[in-house]
């Protein structure tokens, strides 16, 4: 099973920060498992975002107050994020995760850094 | 929200040694903690899970322990390529949340 995120390394303040991944060697809709994003900024921790189930059930984490969407589209194995409003603090290397299905992740993209800046 | 908070921060040790790292949770988590390994440039690897199960292809010199709100990773005698930096995380509710990491370092 792969990983693989997509998307602009470069945001302008205020705007959208979107980023797509996609799956392969194994579907998206298989298994009891959830996807999902985590981000850490340079030098620093792990912080996790939100995840989504195949069928588009999701949990988000409450600190990114209502800015975040993640979307699943099954037909192509992927699924995105959608972060909203972004300011330099969203300035990170965003990874996307396939959750063992107890909620620890096991497989990780290679990671997008992402810088926020005008 | 639950704080996890990683004792010490950066440890300094040679090859051969053991390496205990904390992790306390803010509050009970039961038994739903993991703990990863990242090295430079590399995305975290998924060490132990459900506090002391080693995941798939995990060296046994890896051992996790502990329940409630004291954990504990242990590599029992280093290897060159387990310098790196250490978290955990927890599962017990959402959101889900990380410690601050250690830093293994080489003496």
């Known amino acids: 099973l792969q990983l693989q995120e997509s998307g602009p390394g470069l945001v302008k303040p205020a705007e959208t920060l979107s980023l797509t991944c996609t799956v392969s060697g194994g579907s998206i809709s298989s298994g009891t498992y959830y996807w999902g994003w985590i981000r850490q900024p340079p030098g620093k921790g792990l912080e996790w975002l939100g995840s989504i189930y195949y069928s588009g059930s999701t949990y988000y984490n409450p600190s990114l107050k209502g800015r975040l969407t993640i979307s699943v589209d099954t037909s192509k194995n992927q699924f995105s994020l959608h972060l909203s409003s972004v300011t330099a603090a969203d300035t990170a290397v965003y990874y996307c995760?396939?959750?063992?299905?107890?909620?620890?992740?096991?497989?990780w993209g290679q990671g997008s850094l992402v810088t926020v800046s005008s | 929200e639950i704080v996890l908070t990683q004792s010490p921060a950066s440890l300094s040790l040679s090859p051969g040694e053991r390496a205990t790292l904390s992790c306390r949770a803010s509050?009970?988590?039961?038994?739903?903690l993991a703990w990863y390994q990242q090295k430079p440039g590399q995305a975290p690897r998924l060490l132990i899970y459900?506090?002391?199960s080693r995941a798939t292809g995990i060296p046994a010199r890896f051992s996790g322990s502990g329940s409630g709100t004291d954990f504990t990773l242990t590599i029992s005698s280093l290897e060159p390529e387990d310098f790196a930096v250490y978290f955990c995380q927890h599962r017990y509710n959402w959101p889900l949340t990380f410690g601050g990491g250690t830093k293994v370092e080489i003496k």
């Open positions: 459900d506090a002391s």
């Open positions: 509050q009970s988590v039961s038994s739903s």
């Open positions: 995760v396939k959750d063992t299905g107890i909620r620890y992740f096991d497989y």
